[in-house]
């Protein structure tokens, strides 16, 4: 499946590509390269059968990289990046654990009257109070404001048009085809614990979940750049056309479907070679 997805890439990204350089090639204009570092920020979430039930709301996340392109002439030009993009999602989730006894290592144990866990999520969410259960149980553990958090290397490539505006800055329109490939996938979040009369606060990441998702996966990036003084301002949709999940069957007879949708705004500084 993840070769599958793979090939799929590769075959979009040379569609898109020979055309274009065999345009260039006969347009007969002296080329004109330019490297653009960027860095700025993410905004993502989560759609598709994931997204039902209100279970993911927007994450802001960082995005950063760099681009060369190739300037077939004063309208058009050809360019490739690479980039890094948090995306992903918020989680409309909590959950809570106590026990009434903790071992000595630090482990959960006991019968159905020793634990319990809570899960509150999606459209009937609701928030825990772990005083709530202190007067019961000798361990509460409490975790929230969760993120599913997938990190992506992007690789576009862009046809980008830059229009014959008579304006103090340039504005260029950009559309192509864009590699993703996974990185990272886990839930990071908060714990809130209190044992025995001690309350704690720390930062929470659950293990790898990156056997849930693709490798690999295709994106459509579009947007537009202005352009003052070599210093531009990117802002781009990513528009993911291939199913991220993983999980072929959840429950079910229908495939679990999810897809990234994400804004990647950043700001730039054209070096001309």
Known sequence: MRTTSL???IAAVTLFVLPTIGY???SGEESEWTITPRAGITISTLTGDYAKGDAYDPRLGFGGGIEAEYH???TLGLSIGAFYTKQGAKRNMESLTA???LPADGTLYGGNQDIIHLVSAGEHFTHYNVSDYTSEYDYVEKIYNLKRA??????PLMLNVHLPFNLPVSITAKAG????????AKDKGKQQTYINGTYDNSNYSSSSLKDGYKDFGISIPMGLAVNYKNVELDARYLWNVTDINDVDMVGGDDPVKAHTSTFLITLGYNFNL
Do not use: E, G, M
């Open 7 to 9: 090939s799929q890439a």
């Open 24 to 26: 260039a090639q006969n």
């Open 72 to 74: 077939i002439n004063k």
């Open 99 to 101: 026990t009434k006894r």
């Open 150 to 155: 997938l990190d992506y290397i992007n690789i």
């Open 177 to 184: 085809t864009q590699i993703d490939v996974l990185v990272s």
